[in-house]
């Protein structure tokens, strides 16, 4: 039967879930953008903020209406009054800082990628799973309304078998930009590649193999872009890319025996998509495009998982975030590219 319609979202009013009490671990750009989002569509309590310096957690309380600021994060996740830590830090500090709170007996939403590998993901994972607490990361595109309307297409067969999936995701940044620095586990994969790894693997399952991959690397030395192809058994294909030198095209793309689905750029915000059905009329879906505006969503799930006494969400499964950060790690072990720590530790050892 020819599709006809969108499926409905399933998105409940983010300010319906619970309140709970949050510690920023972090006062960058992104926690500026996820605390300003909870304030103006939920009703969770930004109760204190966590930095390296009085100073910066002072003026980040005061920008957020924070209750209480700390010039460490060790103060920070031993506060009674917080329920659930934020994660906010650069990618090579989230495996420290979500043990940290873990260890303390908070919950955690780290932001994406939870770690720099497989491996940290797991150890993170295993440290929730012994404390008992809520542990997800912070991968808000599968939490926006949109996607649960193309997660409803994709369970009800609207598309047929899948065949294909494909992303990419490009920006340029220039020599002075955190991207660019080795010892902050810059480079495409992590900041941007996360995007396009976790759209191929939601849609196709976390065992995808790599292919293939290339790149090359930015001014600074560091792997500039990359591309992957990868294999979804005898059925099924993946293509991805990320860069951090040229702007791209950002569009993400699922082809099936029914139809394909077009998300326009950019295709991990929300924003309008395409179904192309064999048979039948395209369908539209539109919203307004409010980027980072809407880091809400993953929020009011993460308050009512844990209201309900659950530590996960099944809108991403930690076992999930561990297989495309495997799929990640092959595509690194393709390219020859390790993070600043992997380079320290080999220099020292004198390899």
Avoid: C
Avoid at 120 to 131: K, L, M, W
Avoid at 233 to 246: E, P
Avoid at 279 to 307: K, N
């Amino acid at each position: 039967m020819a599709l006809t319609a969108l499926p409905t979202p399933r998105t409940p009013d983010s300010m319906d879930a619970p309140p709970l009490r949050w510690g920023i671990l972090g006062t960058g750009w992104i926690a500026d953008q996820f605390v300003g989002s909870l304030r103006r569509h939920t009703r969770q309590v930004i109760q204190a903020v966590g930095s390296r310096s009085a100073e910066s957690a002072g003026a980040a309380a005061a920008r957020w209406g924070a209750l209480t600021a700390y010039g460490s994060y060790a103060a920070l996740v031993v506060d009674p009054a917080v329920d659930i830590v934020y994660v906010a830090t650069p990618h090579n500090f989230h495996l420290p800082h979500a043990l940290l709170a873990i260890d303390a007996g908070k919950h955690v939403l780290v932001e994406k990628p939870v770690g720099l590998s497989a491996a940290e993901a797991r150890a993170i994972h295993g440290a929730a799973t012994a404390q008992g607490v809520f542990a997800m990361e912070a991968m808000w595109t599968l939490f926006l309304p949109k996607y649960d309307v193309i997660r409803q297409l994709l369970a009800d067969g609207a598309l047929g078998t899948i065949h294909s999936a494909s992303a990419d995701m490009g920006e340029r940044f220039g020599p002075e930009h955190r991207i660019m620095r080795a010892d902050l586990a810059g480079g495409p994969m992590l900041d941007l590649g996360t995007y396009p790894a976790t759209f191929v693997t939601w849609v196709l399952g976390a065992g995808l193999e790599v292919a293939g991959a290339v790149g090359t690397p930015a001014p600074t030395g560091l792997n500039g872009q990359f591309a992957s192809v990868l294999s979804g058994g005898a059925d099924a294909v993946a293509t991805i890319s990320a860069s951090i030198l040229d702007e791209s095209p950002t569009v993400a793309v699922v082809g099936g025996t029914e139809g394909t689905l077009w998300v326009e750029r950019s295709f991990y915000r929300p924003g309008p998509f395409t179904v192309v059905p064999a048979e039948g009329t395209e369908l539209r879906w539109q919203e307004e495009p409010v980027a980072h505006d809407a880091l809400h969503f993953e929020a009011a799930e993460v308050a009512r998982r844990i209201s309900a006494g659950e530590t996960g969400s099944p809108l991403r499964p930690f076992t999930d975030t561990i297989g495309t950060l495997a799929v990640m790690d092959a595509i690194r072990a393709e390219l020859g590219t390790e993070f600043g720590e992997a380079l320290a530790a080999r220099e020292a050892a004198g390899g």
